[in-house]
């Protein structure tokens, strides 16, 4: 009996490898394009132009992001989850993959201004391959590493009590 279910199984995933579905991978992975070496931009199944767009820095979901064409800044860190708390929205930083028309490869965005009155005017937009870092400020770093001070100075403070008893 079970080699009569395991021989069906094995006729059906083999039936279905015909006919291009694998069902070995998820619909979601067989579907998705990836960009040959040097196209920029890349077209989906229902015709939609995409771009990759690399978030990183102190965000929910940092990574290589699969995106629309003419994305803006905040629909984009939406994607990544968000800032997390203690980012720097002050000082987003922007690098271009290659110059723009204006020959520049560096932005600085305020963020903040955004926050505050939900004015998109500042934003750039986005090209194939930009990189957005997003850093975390110092006092949020600080207070997110205060374990590892914590953990140090009882260390020294236990190493001073041994050294006094010897």
Known sequence: MKYKIAFFVLIILAALSLFGQNP???????????????????????????MYVNVWGHVNEPGSHLVYDGIDLASLLSMTGG????????????????????????????????????????????????TIIIKQTIPSYVTSNMGVVST???????????????
Do not use: C, H, W
């Open 83 to 130: 800032p997390k708390t203690g980012a720097n929205m002050k000082k987003v930083r922007l690098y271009r993959a290659e110059p723009d028309e204006n020959g520049q490869l560096v932005y600085v965005i305020d963020m903040k201004k955004f926050l505050k009155s939900g004015n998109r005017d500042d934003f750039v937009p986005l090209k194939p391959n930009d």
């Open 152 to 166: 140090i100075m009882s260390i020294l403070y236990f190493y001073s009590l041994v050294q006094k008893n010897i």
């Open 24 to 50: 070995m991978v998820p619909q979601r992975y067989a579907q998705q394009t990836y960009p040959r070496s040097g196209e920029k931009f890349i077209t989906d199944q229902f015709g939609v132009i995409r």
